[in-house]
C-alpha cells in the first residue's frame, strides 16, 4: 500500500506561484508514474500533468503548459508541481496520484487526500 500526502496548497493571488509537494508513505513510488489532477466544485476530475518514473517522459493538459512544471526525486519519494503565472480558473483542489502506468485519466491506483488552491483576483 502507498500513502500520498499533498502539500503547499494555498491561497495566491493571480499572477502568483504555489509548488505543491506530495510525499509518499508505505513503500518506495520510484517504479510509479506521477499524476496530478485537479477538481474544480461541480465540475469533474481533470487532468493537470504526469510525469513517469525516470522522467523520460511527461504530460501537461494544454491550459497549464509553459505556466506549470511537474517533477520528482526518487530519493524523497516526493513529487512536486510547480504552478506559475496562476490564474482565477486555476482554483480547485490538487491531486496527486501514483500507478504503474503514465496515464492522463483518473484511474490511477493511488490517491492523496488533495490540497486546495485558491486564486484570487
Known amino acids: 500500500q502507498v500513502r500520498l500526502v499533498e502539500s503547499g496548497g494555498g491561497l495566491v493571488q493571480a499572477g502568483g506561484s504555489l509548488r505543491l509537494s506530495c510525499s509518499a508513505f508505505?513503500?518506495?513510488?520510484?517504479?510509479?508514474?506521477m499524476g496530478w489532477f485537479r477538481q474544480a466544485p461541480g465540475k469533474e476530475r481533470e487532468f493537470v500533468a504526469a510525469i513517469t518514473w525516470n522522467d523520460d517522459m511527461i504530460l501537461y493538459e494544454d491550459s497549464v503548459k509553459g505556466r506549470f512544471t511537474v517533477s520528482r526525486d526518487n530519493a524523497k519519494n516526493t513529487g512536486y508541481l510547480q504552478m506559475n503565472g496562476l490564474k482565477l480558473e486555476d482554483t480547485a483542489v490538487y491531486y496527486c496520484a501514483v500507478d504503474s502506468l503514465l496515464l492522463n485519466t483518473p484511474t490511477y491506483d493511488y490517491w492523496g487526500q488533495g490540497t486546495q488552491v485558491t486564486v484570487s483576483a
Open positions: 508505505g513503500r518506495t513510488i520510484s517504479d510509479y508514474a
